[in-house]
């Protein structure tokens, strides 16, 4: 898409997420694709038009690459079903780019780039985990004063972007910090980082550099962007190890992995070596 003009835009059916604007097809036909890119979730095409089209994957969506018609190398099996392709691009170098989405829950829309920062569904978020600008000094100061667990406050979207349950659970395990800690344990009164939160975010973008070079998780339908699945899922310390014994404990104590709910999610841990 990087370089290539937007020479025909096909929208077979509007009900994603929210519906696809009227003129959608108006305001991207003609447009080169001066870049691709990504914050939190959402997937970033910066338009020719001054625009930028923000795409989100939903629960099932899933885009699949094709050149002159054949299918290309990213060809998903999940997508194969052409009644969930809902819109499509045609690209001026000859590529198509088919977003298909079962159940719905994706979605796209256009707006202008110099609003970007004020869009309702990316202003609140906080900064990426792998990025420079997350450091212990940033976790303390989003923690501090927090009445919340430790858990709850990683999940939260405007303390750290797209961290997920299972790595939320797999970075305090590396760390040997409870998810039932106070999330305000990690920084001192002025809000300063102490020795766990520096732990904490070293074990956060660990865990997610094994799991990109892994091919990611794939528990249900993950895959990467050639078809393959991903490996992390058998990399896992603690999410899903319900009853297995603690690998860090072994030998010395005979601990199990053990699960408990918080806020409604799923959390794994090692009850004897997190603290
Ligand atoms: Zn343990």
Request: charged letters at 25%.
């Amino acid at each position: 898409m990087e370089g290539a003009r937007l020479a025909k835009v096909e929208v077979r059916d509007r009900r994603l997420r929210w519906p696809i604007a009227r003129d959608f097809e108006k305001r991207l036909t003609g447009q080169t694709v001066e870049g691709l890119g990504r914050r939190a979730k959402y997937l970033l095409a910066d338009l020719s038009s001054g625009e930028v089209l923000l795409m989100h994957l939903g629960m099932s969506g899933s885009f699949r690459v094709g050149k002159d018609a054949a299918p290309g190398v990213y060809y998903h099996e999940k997508s194969k079903s052409t009644a969930h392709d809902h819109v499509v691009f045609h690209m001026s170098n000859g590529v198509t780019v088919t977003f298909n989405d079962p159940r719905r829950f994706g979605s796209m829309r256009l707006i202008k780039r110099t609003k970007l920062d004020a869009e309702p569904l990316l202003r609140g978020l906080g900064p990426e985990p792998l990025g420079n600008a997350f450091d212990a000094a940033m976790l303390a100061r989003a923690c501090a004063g927090k009445k919340t667990s430790l858990k709850a406050a990683l999940l939260d979207q405007r303390v750290v972007a797209g961290l997920g349950n299972i790595y939320v659970c797999e970075a305090l395990y590396r760390a040997r910090l409870s998810p039932k800690r106070m999330a305000s344990t990690i920084a001192d009164r002025q809000a300063k980082p102490n020795a766990r939160a520096a732990a904490l975010v070293e074990a956060i973008k660990a865990v997610l550099q094994d799991a990109i070079a892994a091919g990611g998780s794939s528990l249900r339908d993950h895959r990467r962007t050639d078809g393959a699945l991903g490996d992390f899922q058998h990399n896992f310390q603690v999410y899903d190890r319900e009853g297995e014994p603690c690998q860090n404990c072994k030998g010395r104590k005979n601990t199990k992995i053990r699960r408990i709910v918080q806020n409604g999610r799923s959390t794994f841990y090692c009850p004897s070596c997190q603290k």
